[in-house]
């Protein structure tokens, strides 16, 4: 049943703090000091600290590890708290140095060091747990029906805790629809100027054997799932934010992999993903998830396990690692990993479609967990090229974070403020009709510093707008 | 060793930078113990962040004031620890001075802050169809400032030339807080001597340049790129000679060894090259496109002459990548198979590279030691790559020693004991192989007209005192890297 607790997956010794970075030597031993990464990084960048680059986070961990610096002390836990965890400087390192892996056990290290604030804490156990997720986004999407959260953002002081609980009503409020203005438009042309002429039965896509959404490791199940006529049977992570605040996406993701010719089977007891967990040092509570993940789409028997949020992709795809130190749930947890996709991954590898003109200018940004960690830049721009009429402008400086990092604006307020009101500068220069970026996380970041700001505060996710496309054209009536 | 400040000066260095950049926890200041060079390693006492030449001064007028000396430090790329903290020293770091100032397409001339990145700047001038010509490999991250110190060169400084060549005017801060302004306005020398091109190259022991001056060349309107793989290496350095002997002009000319290839081809990296190559040569031309075919098919002739097995050109920008890849990615590779990397760096006359190669390649199987060759071969600038753990303690002693003989091979071979990484505190020894005393002492004079005292990055470069270079380089270094590989 899921909710078994994997024991200590670092391995006996694992009370000594730095076992768990000591087990990965082998990932620190490949940087070189060459200092690649550090323009890439949003921290070092605005701070100058070598401290808060890349590299010296590498040090700080080898110090560690070298045991020449404590895992207790101010030092470590300051600056691996203050990585914004973009992996931006992944992508640039000359040597593959795995920053990504290596910052969790960092945090992990530093948790068991000096656990996390209060609200931290609260945070993780609220959206690890379904029964206590559930109120919690009840009430999250009152304050956002009535209005009252986006009251709050105009109204309430800008520093102290009022100033956080602002942050938060602002992020709240951020999380609403924001394809209104853009249903609304009315388009240049005729309403069905689609150059859609033929096909639009999906049943007709041919089934292609050789497509890499075949699973191919001889551990992974036979391809006797597609039917003919359909591509993979696709299981939708509902996750956690996205189910309490985006449910809307969630459809629209089921709706257009299902034109594009997918399978898309529910698979209720599906849970959250476990990213923050791992990110926030709590690397049990991301394998308890993560199991229980693991447990649910094997029961559903799908191919592919299909997510809208990048950084539940970027997780998912790195259970494997995750596990690495258990010899019982590695393989599995491996296979698992391969058959995770980003919804756009499918929608791209499907054509996508073309469905209606959405007349509409677009100021697209990348998600780090997205482009760095999963090298995906291009398949969300191939969705809403498939949606005429759209225009994409991708902002300045799309490359780097946004400043969310899941809560980063609460816990950093200065910093992350700063990182996310350049963002914001870039996003409002490109003067599109809204805002538009795959991930849940940056839509609530963005909007929210627009909205702080007073500027029009309309966020998408790319699959939304395919999503009206299609309505538009009639396709799913 | 670390000598913390007291908390007076701490105070005072708050009150300038702002608290937030003086950093003093020694937890801290262990990222500040080593350069690119991670072999030596020592923590500075604390480190400043100045965010303006003004700041600059009044940081170093109080520190100077108490004789305590500075390192300075840009991205910390430097491959002969020259920002290696001296003992008791203080680093000043300028990354927080990374604005570019100004941009004269007219005049093309750009001023920047010493912390701008090398690549950001060619960045910068793009759009006026400028750019800054120096492009070390390190280029995305490495500082103006850092390649000022250390008159950095590139794969194109054979066709371009280095650093020196465009540094047009400096604003440097000298020891004890002075501020002075060399050169400027496009003209190299301010009248009198070249005091720009003395600082150019002085490795942070003359002081902190703070605003520097470059001079940007057009881009180049075409590109031509050939990839050329032979059987060994001898045939390489053939075509290279026959290349330059033909009177081509190649922006770049760069050869990757076999065991190179080797490194690069069983990394994630791979970039495709057959099996049991002995050596591949990257041939760049660039220009007006009138005339630039036709160089290339010079240069092809040139390798097929001696037997290359093929020669592949990019028709594409994507394809040009390609093509360097190889060569870009080699550090990294041998980074990724093997725990520890020393990149040495010479210089010999270029048709000396066979002779010299043939040897070094003998010094590996001396000291059993795996030695990997990428070179910039149109200057004759070498780049031996010794693969090694460090915690191996006999392994490292054989480095040291087969290090040392490199060096010595090279200097013996008519070359010198740096092409573009300078002396730091790494080739501080070896100075007396090119050097005879007389020559020594005039360094140290001019090294004093700037900074008497020796408190800008005290110890590098210049021996104090003669060392004789045989005996003592091997062990001495030995023995201090063994304490910090030993080191708790
Ligand atoms: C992968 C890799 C590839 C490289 N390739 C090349 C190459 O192709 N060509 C090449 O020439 N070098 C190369 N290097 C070496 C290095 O990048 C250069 O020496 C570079 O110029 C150093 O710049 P930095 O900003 O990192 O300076 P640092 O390493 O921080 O400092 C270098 C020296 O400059 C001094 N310094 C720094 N800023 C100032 C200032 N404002 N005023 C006065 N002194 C200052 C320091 O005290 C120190 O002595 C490479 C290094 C790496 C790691
Ligand atoms: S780029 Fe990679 S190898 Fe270089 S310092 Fe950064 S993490 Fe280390
Ligand atoms: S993950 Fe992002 S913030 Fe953290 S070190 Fe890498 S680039 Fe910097």
Redesign the interface.
Same mark, same amino acid.
């Given at each position: 049943m899921a909710g078994v607790r994997v024991a200590s997956a670092a391995g006996p010794g694992s009370d000594t703090l730095a076992s768990a970075l000591e087990a990965q030597r082998e990932r620190l031993l490949p940087c070189v000091h060459c200092g690649f990464c550090l323009p890439a990084c949003p921290t070092y960048e605005r701070l100058g600290d070598e401290n808060d680059s890349p590299r010296g986070r590498l040090h700080l961990m080898q110090a560690v590890v070298d045991g020449r610096l404590d895992a207790a002390s101010d030092a470590f836990h300051t600056h691996i708290d203050r990585c914004l965890g973009c992996r931006a400087c992944e992508p640039v390192c000359p040597s593959g140095v795995e920053y990504g892996t290596l910052l969790e056990l960092a945090r992990e290290a530093a948790a068991r060091a000096r656990p996390p604030a209060l609200p931290t804490r609260l945070l993780l156990s609220v959206m690890g747990s379904r029964t206590a997720r559930s109120p919690f986004f009840v009430g999250g999407r009152m304050l956002r029906a009535t209005g009252l959260a986006s009251l709050g953002a105009r109204i309430l002081p800008s520093e102290g805790v009022l100033g956080t609980g602002r942050l938060g009503l602002a992020m709240l409020a951020a999380s609403a629809d924001g394809t209104d203005r853009i249903r609304r438009a009315r388009p240049a042309g005729g309403a069905h100027a689609s150059p859609l002429a033929e096909g639009t039965s999906p049943d007709t896509t041919p089934a292609d054997p050789e497509s890499p959404n075949v699973p191919s490791s001889p551990s992974d199940p036979p391809s006797s799932a597609f039917s003919a006529g359909r591509r993979a049977r696709v299981g939708l992570l509902e996750g956690c934010v996205q189910k309490g605040l985006f449910e809307r996406i969630n459809a629209a993701t089921a709706r257009t992999l299902r034109f594009n010719g997918y399978d898309v089977v529910p698979v209720p007891m599906g849970d959250c993903c476990g990213a923050l967990h791992a990110h926030g040092g709590d690397l049990d509570g991301a394998r308890r998830l993560a199991q229980r993940n693991m447990d649910a789409f094997e029961r559903a028997d799908v191919d592919l396990v299909v997510t809208n949020a990048a950084g539940c992709g970027a997780a998912m795809k790195e259970y494997g690692t995750l596990f690495d130190s258990d010899a019982d749930l590695a393989d599995r947890a491996g296979a698992f990993a391969r058959r995770v996709r980003d919804v756009s991954e499918l929608l791209e590898e499907a054509g996508p479609r073309p469905g209606a003109e959405v007349p509409c200018t677009l100021a697209y940004d990348h998600p780090c967990h997205l482009q760095h960690a999963q090298g995906l830049a291009h398949a969300p721009l191939a969705v809403l090229g498939a949606v005429p009429g759209t225009e994409v402008r991708v902002i300045e400086g799309a490359d780097e974070c946004c400043g969310g990092a899941g809560i980063y604006g609460i816990t950093h307020p200065d910093l992350g403020g700063r990182i996310g009101r350049d963002k914001v500068a870039a996003v409002r220069a490109a003067a599109g009709d809204a805002a538009c970026t795959p991930n849940p996380g940056c839509m609530m970041q963005i909007g929210a510093g627009l909205r702080l700001e007073g500027a029009r505060a309309d966020v998408v996710h790319p699959v939304e707008i395919l999503d009206e496309s299609y309505r538009k054209a009639g396709y799913y009536e | 060793m670390s000598v913390p400040l007291s908390s007076k000066t701490v105070r005072d260095l708050r009150s300038i930078v702002g608290a !937030?950049?003086v950093?003093t926890?020694p937890? $801290?200041l262990? &990222?500040?113990e080593?350069? =690119?060079l %991670?072999q030596y390693r020592a923590a500075p006492s604390a !480190?400043v962040?100045p965010a303006s030449s003004d700041e600059v001064a009044r940081v170093v007028e109080r520190l100077h004031g108490e004789g305590i000396a500075i390192v300075p430090r840009g !991205? =910390? %790329?430097g491959l002969s620890g020259g920002a290696l903290p001296s003992e008791g020293a203080v680093v000043l #770091?300028t *990354? $927080?001075m990374?604005r570019i100032l100004e941009v004269d397409p007219d005049d093309r001339l750009a001023v920047v802050q010493p @912390?701008v %990145?090398n &690549? $950001?700047l060619t960045e910068a001038t793009r759009p006026f169809d400028l750019y800054y010509a120096p492009d070390p490999s390190?280029q995305? %991250?490495?500082t103006l400032g850092g390649n000022v110190a250390e008159n950095s060169g590139g794969p194109h400084c054979l066709k371009y030339g280095v650093t020196s060549r465009y540094v047009t005017g400096l604003t440097v801060v000298l020891a004890g807080g002075r501020v002075a302004r060399l050169g400027g306005s496009g003209r190299v020398a301010s009248g009198g001597l070249d005091l720009t091109g003395l600082f150019v190259g002085s490795e942070g022991c003359f002081g902190i340049a703070t605003a520097i001056e470059v001079r940007l060349l057009p881009l180049p309107a075409s590109v031509r790129t050939l990839l050329a793989i032979f059987d060994t290496m001898e045939a390489a350095g053939h075509a290279v000679t026959g290349i330059i002997g033909s009177g081509l002009m190649p922006a770049a000319v760069e050869i990757i060894d076999r065991a190179t290839i080797e490194a690069v081809e069983a990394?994630?990296?791979a970039a495709g090259y057959p099996k049991g190559v002995g050596a591949a040569l990257v041939v760049e031309f660039d220009g007006t496109e009138a005339g630039l075919d036709a160089d290339a098919d010079r240069a092809e002739r040139c390798c097929l002459e001696v037997g290359a097995r093929e020669v592949r050109r990019a028709r594409s920008e994507e394809e040009r990548l390609g093509l360097w890849k190889g060569r870009?990615?080699a550090? #990294? !590779?041998? @980074? $990724?198979i093997a725990?520890d990397?020393l990149v040495q760096d010479a210089t010999v006359p270029r048709t000396r590279l066979p002779h010299v190669l043939a040897s070094i390649t003998e010094i590996g199987k001396q000291y059993e030691l795996r030695i990997a060759n990428v070179f910039h071969a149109g200057d004759g600038n070498l780049h031996p790559n010794i693969l090694f753990d460090r915690a191996d303690p006999d392994e490292l002693e054989r480095v040291e020693r087969a290090s040392h003989e490199i060096m010595k091979l090279c200097v013996d071979a008519g070359g010198t004991i740096t092409g573009e990484h300078g002396v730091g505190i790494d080739k501080r020894a070896y100075m007396g192989l090119v050097h005879n005393e007389t020559e020594l002492d005039m360094l140290r004079r001019v090294r004093g007209v700037f900074d008497a005292d020796h408190l800008f990055n005290p110890g590098k470069v210049v021996p104090d005192a003669v060392e004789t270079p045989a005996e003592p380089v091997g062990s001495e270094r030995a023995s201090a890297a063994h304490a910090e590989a030993g *080191?708790?």
């Amino acid at each position: 049943m899921a909710g078994v607790r994997v024991a200590s997956a670092a391995g006996p010794g694992s009370d000594t703090l730095a076992s768990a970075l000591e087990a990965q030597r082998e990932r620190l031993l490949p940087c070189v000091h060459c200092g690649f990464c550090l323009p890439a990084c949003p921290t070092y960048e605005r701070l100058g600290d070598e401290n808060d680059s890349p590299r010296g986070r590498l040090h700080l961990m080898q110090a560690v590890v070298d045991g020449r610096l404590d895992a207790a002390s101010d030092a470590f836990h300051t600056h691996i708290d203050r990585c914004l965890g973009c992996r931006a400087c992944e992508p640039v390192c000359p040597s593959g140095v795995e920053y990504g892996t290596l910052l969790e056990l960092a945090r992990e290290a530093a948790a068991r060091a000096r656990p996390p604030a209060l609200p931290t804490r609260l945070l993780l156990s609220v959206m690890g747990s379904r029964t206590a997720r559930s109120p919690f986004f009840v009430g999250g999407r009152m304050l956002r029906a009535t209005g009252l959260a986006s009251l709050g953002a105009r109204i309430l002081p800008s520093e102290g805790v009022l100033g956080t609980g602002r942050l938060g009503l602002a992020m709240l409020a951020a999380s609403a629809d924001g394809t209104d203005r853009i249903r609304r438009a009315r388009p240049a042309g005729g309403a069905h100027a689609s150059p859609l002429a033929e096909g639009t039965s999906p049943d007709t896509t041919p089934a292609d054997p050789e497509s890499p959404n075949v699973p191919s490791s001889p551990s992974d199940p036979p391809s006797s799932a597609f039917s003919a006529g359909r591509r993979a049977r696709v299981g939708l992570l509902e996750g956690c934010v996205q189910k309490g605040l985006f449910e809307r996406i969630n459809a629209a993701t089921a709706r257009t992999l299902r034109f594009n010719g997918y399978d898309v089977v529910p698979v209720p007891m599906g849970d959250c993903c476990g990213a923050l967990h791992a990110h926030g040092g709590d690397l049990d509570g991301a394998r308890r998830l993560a199991q229980r993940n693991m447990d649910a789409f094997e029961r559903a028997d799908v191919d592919l396990v299909v997510t809208n949020a990048a950084g539940c992709g970027a997780a998912m795809k790195e259970y494997g690692t995750l596990f690495d130190s258990d010899a019982d749930l590695a393989d599995r947890a491996g296979a698992f990993a391969r058959r995770v996709r980003d919804v756009s991954e499918l929608l791209e590898e499907a054509g996508p479609r073309p469905g209606a003109e959405v007349p509409c200018t677009l100021a697209y940004d990348h998600p780090c967990h997205l482009q760095h960690a999963q090298g995906l830049a291009h398949a969300p721009l191939a969705v809403l090229g498939a949606v005429p009429g759209t225009e994409v402008r991708v902002i300045e400086g799309a490359d780097e974070c946004c400043g969310g990092a899941g809560i980063y604006g609460i816990t950093h307020p200065d910093l992350g403020g700063r990182i996310g009101r350049d963002k914001v500068a870039a996003v409002r220069a490109a003067a599109g009709d809204a805002a538009c970026t795959p991930n849940p996380g940056c839509m609530m970041q963005i909007g929210a510093g627009l909205r702080l700001e007073g500027a029009r505060a309309d966020v998408v996710h790319p699959v939304e707008i395919l999503d009206e496309s299609y309505r538009k054209a009639g396709y799913y009536e | 060793m670390s000598v913390p400040l007291s908390s007076k000066t701490v105070r005072d260095l708050r009150s300038i930078v702002g608290a !937030a950049h003086v950093i003093t926890d020694p937890d $801290r200041l262990l &990222a500040y113990e080593s350069d =690119g060079l %991670t072999q030596y390693r020592a923590a500075p006492s604390a !480190a400043v962040l100045p965010a303006s030449s003004d700041e600059v001064a009044r940081v170093v007028e109080r520190l100077h004031g108490e004789g305590i000396a500075i390192v300075p430090r840009g !991205a =910390g %790329t430097g491959l002969s620890g020259g920002a290696l903290p001296s003992e008791g020293a203080v680093v000043l #770091g300028t *990354a $927080r001075m990374n604005r570019i100032l100004e941009v004269d397409p007219d005049d093309r001339l750009a001023v920047v802050q010493p @912390g701008v %990145t090398n &690549a $950001r700047l060619t960045e910068a001038t793009r759009p006026f169809d400028l750019y800054y010509a120096p492009d070390p490999s390190s280029q995305s %991250t490495c500082t103006l400032g850092g390649n000022v110190a250390e008159n950095s060169g590139g794969p194109h400084c054979l066709k371009y030339g280095v650093t020196s060549r465009y540094v047009t005017g400096l604003t440097v801060v000298l020891a004890g807080g002075r501020v002075a302004r060399l050169g400027g306005s496009g003209r190299v020398a301010s009248g009198g001597l070249d005091l720009t091109g003395l600082f150019v190259g002085s490795e942070g022991c003359f002081g902190i340049a703070t605003a520097i001056e470059v001079r940007l060349l057009p881009l180049p309107a075409s590109v031509r790129t050939l990839l050329a793989i032979f059987d060994t290496m001898e045939a390489a350095g053939h075509a290279v000679t026959g290349i330059i002997g033909s009177g081509l002009m190649p922006a770049a000319v760069e050869i990757i060894d076999r065991a190179t290839i080797e490194a690069v081809e069983a990394s994630v990296f791979a970039a495709g090259y057959p099996k049991g190559v002995g050596a591949a040569l990257v041939v760049e031309f660039d220009g007006t496109e009138a005339g630039l075919d036709a160089d290339a098919d010079r240069a092809e002739r040139c390798c097929l002459e001696v037997g290359a097995r093929e020669v592949r050109r990019a028709r594409s920008e994507e394809e040009r990548l390609g093509l360097w890849k190889g060569r870009k990615k080699a550090f #990294g !590779a041998m @980074g $990724r198979i093997a725990p520890d990397l020393l990149v040495q760096d010479a210089t010999v006359p270029r048709t000396r590279l066979p002779h010299v190669l043939a040897s070094i390649t003998e010094i590996g199987k001396q000291y059993e030691l795996r030695i990997a060759n990428v070179f910039h071969a149109g200057d004759g600038n070498l780049h031996p790559n010794i693969l090694f753990d460090r915690a191996d303690p006999d392994e490292l002693e054989r480095v040291e020693r087969a290090s040392h003989e490199i060096m010595k091979l090279c200097v013996d071979a008519g070359g010198t004991i740096t092409g573009e990484h300078g002396v730091g505190i790494d080739k501080r020894a070896y100075m007396g192989l090119v050097h005879n005393e007389t020559e020594l002492d005039m360094l140290r004079r001019v090294r004093g007209v700037f900074d008497a005292d020796h408190l800008f990055n005290p110890g590098k470069v210049v021996p104090d005192a003669v060392e004789t270079p045989a005996e003592p380089v091997g062990s001495e270094r030995a023995s201090a890297a063994h304490a910090e590989a030993g *080191a708790p």
